[in-house]
Structure formats: C-alpha cells, structure tokens
C-alpha cells in the first residue's frame, strides 16, 4: 500500500499572529497569517494535515526521540537491551526506572507534544471564529479538537495534570500557564470529544487515500479509553460499545498479518501513524534532527546482527523467520515470552515473539550474549526482510515504512470487555472478550466478576504487548507495584514521569512543589 504522506514542515501554522496594521500598512511578506490563510476548506485541510505531520514526527524524529519508546519502556514486556548500557541512556533509564526531571527523551515529547497542541489551537480558534466557515471547515475544526484531545490524552495519562492550553499564546506572559488538575485535562478531552464525535465522517466515507485520518470511530475509541482512566466504566461502555454496532471495523484474519505493509489502514485499523519507505534515505541525506518520513525508530529495534553484533542471521531461513538486524534496542522480556509461549497453540504467538529455540531451528545463531536478551526475539513491528529494500534505496536501515498502529479494534474490545465487567455486565464483557480468544485459537473466558477481570489483564497484555499500553493499564489498575516492583517500580513515584526540568525552571506558574511526587 502506497503510504499517503503530507511534508509541510515549512507550510505548518508557525506565523498565524495577527499583524500590526500601523507597521506602515504593509503585509508581512512571505508570511501566512490569520488574516490571508485558513479561509477555505484547502487551506484548511492544509493545516489539519501539518498536524499529523507533527505527530507522524512525535512517533519516530530523526533525533531517536519517539513516543512510541517512552510509553512501551517502563513495562514488563521489553527491555530497552540495544548494543548496551550506555547506548542512549536516557531510554535505558527509562528501562532501568532511573528517571529524572532533566531526562532529555521526556522533555522532547513534551515540547513536542505543546507543539502539536499549538497547531491544534491555530485551527479550532481561527476557523472556529470564522462565520463564514464551510460545512467542510466545520468538521475539521472537529478533527483538530480531536486531534488536541489525542495529545492531551497522552499527556495526562504519562504526566497527570499538565497546564492546559487551549489557546494560543499571544505574549510572552500567556505562555506561562499553572498546571491544571488531572481532573479539569480530562474535561477538555471529553468536551473535545463529543465535539469530534458529533461531525467526524466514519471510517467508510473516507476515499482510500485519507483513511489515515481520524473518524468518529477514533474519536469513540478515544473517549472510551479516558473514561476508563476517569473510572467512569458505565460512560465508557456506551461509547466503545456504540463504536463496535457501527460495524466499521472487524478483526484481521490472521493475528501476525495485522503488522504486514498490506494490512496497513486495513479493516482493524482505528488509526495509525503513516511512513513511506521511499524517499532513498542514506546517512548523508537523513534530516537528522528533524522531520522524517521514515520510520527512523525501527532501525533500532532490530536485532542487533552487524559486525559486532551479537544474533548471527547469516545462515537464517527468511521462509521460517523473515528477519534482519538493527541496533538491539526493545526486545521482549522473558516475562511476555514465557506467558505467550504457555499455550503454545495461541495464534498470536506467530506475529508477537519467537523463542530462542525456533530462532535456532531456523538456521539462526548467537555470536555471544546479548545486553538485555532474555531468551526472546520480537516479530511485531520487527525488521522484516522482505519489506526493507523497496527497490533502489540508498540505505535500507533508513527507510522502514511500517506504520506504527495506535489503535486497533481488538483493543477496543478488551476496553469494552472491561468496562461491561467492572459496571457488571459480565455477559456482555464475555461476549467482547470472546472475539478475542477466537481469534487466538484459545479458550473462551467463562469466569465472572474478579476472575473475569483477570483474564481481561491477561489477555490485553498478550493481545496487546508492545504497543504502548502494558505500563499504563499496569498503573490505572493498580497493579504496577505488584507486577513491576522487581524490575524497579517504586510505588508512589513511578505512576507518572517527571514534569521536564525546563518547564519548572521557566514557567512562572510553575515551582518545585508542582512536581510529581518523588521527582
């Protein structure tokens, strides 16, 4: 599938300030402004898509700073391994729960983050104002709340109450807000919500080339998923359980399909950030630093297998095991390895991790142990032989187009699974989990009650592994201290990273004592 990608790294909503009209009443030259942009549907779309750039570069920057990494780290699925200890620290303290307020890694998605926040606002403010604005403007002012309230979902999620911005800065004191409450954060994201929910397309009204977009069905499976934070489990059920009647959406065939170039945006997708692997990338035409249409971030995600390697593929069955090497980083924990590995007859074995045993029977070898390596490598988002060398590329390892999948389907239903049971709908939450373990080729869940909601954990944590949601169910459930402790957590502390350093030391409205505990 041709990926659908918008490079406006120099057209995005930097200069939408107002213009003094006594500056002898000439226009900024070579400016966008309020005054001349975002006054029809084109300019518009323009802008909405400079968003999903952004996030496109929140994911995977040519600076190794990715989201993806800051949410899976800290669980107990991966280690951050890599070549060794010293290889990026920052994401090995992450690993190691050595986190401090000046980690670099969390101030970037931070920083990033009020960026994409920022875009947002340009759009839901000055199109929002406009009388004149089209159906068409109107509903992507619904996508830029929806795509405000996306952010702010993550930021509240990784750092609790954060200042909330909802409109944009126009002198330099209006950049120093207070901190809100997690409380008053997740208001605006429901408000956003709604708001999204009420004019977003569904899934099926977009044309193939815009199905990366957001829909209704994203904006409910995002509304879900904070009112299962907020604990508001009966709110949570209607919503994701309005998104399953709408039929937009079923589950993939084939578990270990769902992470092919072919089944991108494909009928499980909810949404899902969007590479190309085809800009011919080399180590001297990489925007390093900057913006990337490449899914830089999985170079590091290989098996570490160059000449100073560790895992020999020179005699590997890519017809058994389709893989190649990278740096090392992100290789599954022992823990998810043996828990997958338990019944051997589950599906998704095949597209989630392979044991040492079947590396070996497939002509693999280890040179010498590797840092971190417990005895498993990843399949799900791996590096793929046969999709890294589209052709003529100037460097491979520089042009990974995998799409990373924010939201899938099945996760909607384990949301939905756990909501009927925590409000008491155990039959419904049997029903949704069932889908599931078809699928797998396992056992459906006949349990009630608590029972019930311990095979959702267990399933949501096979299901789901490596996609940036183990850590944070951990926490919201309170369960991080009983299943991470081993591995560093510290109760009380490590629910939440740190507010960046920078942000307490340069907003007014901010002090040492609005730090998260333990920081």
């Given amino acids: 599938m041709k990926k659908i990608i918008y490079s406006l790294s120099a057209l995005f909503l930097l200069v939408f300030a107002g213009c003094s ?3 002898l009443e000439v226009a900024p030259v070579g400016q966008l402004t309020s005054d001349n942009f975002l006054k029809n549907d ?4 323009l802008a909405v898509m400079g968003v999903y750039n952004k996030i496109q570069e929140n994911y995977s920057k040519g600076s190794w700073t990715s989201v993806y990494f800051m949410k899976n780290l800290p669980a107990d699925d991966t280690k951050c391994a890599g070549p060794n200890a010293g290889d990026t620290p920052e994401y090995q303290y992450l690993d190691d729960f050595n986190i401090t307020s000046d980690n670099t890694k969390i101030a970037a998605i931070w920083t990033n983050f009020y960026s994409t926040i920022n875009s947002c ?9 406009n009388t004149a604005a089209t159906a068409g403007m109107k509903t992507m002012v619904g996508e830029a709340k929806a795509l405000r309230a996306f952010t ?7 750092f609790g109450g954060v200042p909330l911005m909802t409109v944009n800065p126009t002198s330099t004191d209006e950049f120093n807000q207070p901190r809100a409450t997690a409380a008053e954060v997740y208001a605006q994201i429901e408000s956003d919500l709604k708001d999204a929910i009420a004019v977003l397309p569904l899934k099926s009204q977009y044309t193939a080339t815009d199905k990366f977009r957001f829909s209704k069905g994203t904006a409910q499976a995002l509304l879900g998923k904070a009112y299962l934070y ?11 359980g309005a998104c399953i009647t709408s039929n937009e959406y079923q589950l993939e065939s084939d578990y270990a399909s769902i992470w092919s170039k072919e089944k991108e945006f494909g ?8 590479y190309t692997s085809q800009e011919n990338y080399g180590w001297g035409n990489f925007p390093w630093g900057g913006g990337n249409e490449s899914n830089i971030e999985m170079q590091l995600e290989g098996p570490r297998a160059d000449g100073d390697g560790s895992f020999d593929f020179s005699h590997l069955d890519l017809t058994k095991l389709n893989l190649v090497g990278g740096w090392g980083f992100n290789l599954p924990s022992k823990k998810i390895g043996d828990l997958l590995y338990s019944n051997p007859a589950d599906k998704r074995i095949n597209g989630t991790v392979v044991s040492e045993a079947d590396y070996f029977a497939a002509g693999g070898a280890i040179k010498s142990t590797p840092y971190d390596y417990e005895g498993y490598l990843r399949l799900k988002y791996a590096n793929k032989a046969s999709e890294t060398t589209p052709g003529s590329v100037a460097q491979p390892e520089l042009n990974y187009g995998s799409n990373y999948r924010i939201i899938r389907y099945a996760d909607v239903l384990l949301m939905a699974a756990e909501a009927y049971n925590k409000s008491g709908n155990d039959g419904a939450a049997q029903t949704e989990l069932k889908k599931i373990t078809d699928r797998a080729g ?3 869940h006949t349990e009630t009650g608590s029972a019930l909601f311990d095979k959702i954990v267990m399933e949501r944590a096979k299901e789901l592994c490596f996609e940036g949601t183990r850590y944070w169910d951990l926490v919201r459930w309170g369960l991080a201290d009983q299943e991470m402790k081993s591995i560093g957590f510290v109760k009380g502390k490590h629910e939440l990273f740190p507010i960046p350093l920078n942000e307490i030391l340069s907003n007014t409205q901010m002090d040492e004592a609005d730090q998260n505990p333990g920081y």
């Fill in 21 to 23: 009209k006594d500056f």
């Fill in 42 to 45: 084109n300019d518009v779309k």
């Fill in 121 to 129: 606002n340009t759009i839901i403010n000055n199109v929002g104002a």
């Fill in 152 to 158: 702010y979902l993550d930021l509240v999620i990784m």
């Fill in 230 to 240: 907020e604990k508001k489990y009966a709110d949570a059920a209607t919503v994701l």
């Fill in 267 to 274: 009928v499980e997708s909810i949404f899902e950030i969007s």
């Fill in 442 to 444: 396992v056992a459906a």
